[in-house]
T-cell receptor, first 115, second 111 residues
Framework: SAVISQKPSRDICQRGTSLTIQCQVD?????MFWYRQQPGQSLTLIAT?????????ESGFVIDKFPISRPNLTFSTLTVSNMSPEDSSIYLC????????????FGSGTRLTVV | KQEVTQIPAALSVPEGENLVLNCSFT??????LQWFRQDPGKGLTSLLL?????REQTSGRLNASLDKSSGRSTLYIAASQPGDSATYLC??????????FGKGTLLTVNP
């Protein structure tokens, strides 16, 4: 299965600033996803990162707040913009090999605290 | 809209006990179902993947079953150990390949 390197692993940020999270995959994958896990909650899909085109966002998430880049089939970034304490969460990237019969692999997560 | 429910929300057992975690989903038109483990503040580790055409998968002390028609899956852990303590998440993939997660079962195995 694919191996994902996610950075940073954690960060403490001031409100009003932005943080960019990176995910690097060791193989080319078609589907890459970004999730948020708020404290004590399960995972919620933010968006699907599409290579060479704009990301597809889920209801409740917008591009201005969570811009995503996917320049190639092995790399993606998620930016959390104009942060507030409510953005304090774990953010995770995931890749899928479902079309090949595989499952989902997740990065180790980025634990964000906004103060 | 797919909804995934996990029961119980929390479980505390003595070491050595066999246990069952339950997962149910509302839309049986799934592509696959995957069980994950999450340690506090960490990412997800995949435990077992069951394709929609399969009935069960086994890995070591873990066995997962799938009854797609009734919208249920179970994760059986044999001879539990303190190192098994974690949150266990059930997730189903629909035809659009997007995962829908349950809220998880917090398992504590006491020495």
């Amino acid at each position: 299965s694919a191996v994902i390197s996610q950075k940073p692993s954690r960060d403490i940020c001031q409100r009003g600033t932005s943080l960019t999270i990176q995910c690097q995959v060791d193989s080319q994958v078609t589907m890459m996803f970004w999730y948020r896990q708020q404290p004590g909650q399960s995972l919620t899909l933010i968006a699907t990162a599409n290579q060479g085109s704009e990301a597809t966002y889920e209801s409740g998430f917008v591009i201005d707040k969570f811009p995503i880049s996917r320049p190639n089939l092995t790399f993606s970034t998620l930016t959390v913009s104009n942060m507030s304490p409510e953005d304090s969460s774990i953010y995770l990237c995931s890749v899928s090999t479902t079309v090949d019969g595989g499952g989902y692999t997740f990065g180790s997560g980025t634990r964000l605290t906004v103060v | 809209k797919q909804e995934v429910t996990q029961i119980p929300a929390a479980l505390s057992v003595p070491e050595g006990e066999n246990l069952v975690l339950n997962c149910s989903f509302t839309d049986s038109a799934i592509y696959n179902l995957q069980w994950f483990r999450q340690d506090p503040g960490k990412g997800l580790t995949s435990l077992l993947l069951i394709q929609s055409s399969q009935r069960e998968q086994t890995s070591g002390r873990l066995n997962a079953s799938l009854d797609k028609s009734s919208g249920r899956s179970t994760l059986y852990i044999a001879a539990s150990q303190p190192g098994d303590s974690a949150t266990y998440l059930c997730a189903v993939a629909g035809s659009n390949y997007k995962l829908t997660f349950g809220k998880g079962t917090l398992l504590t195995v006491n020495p």
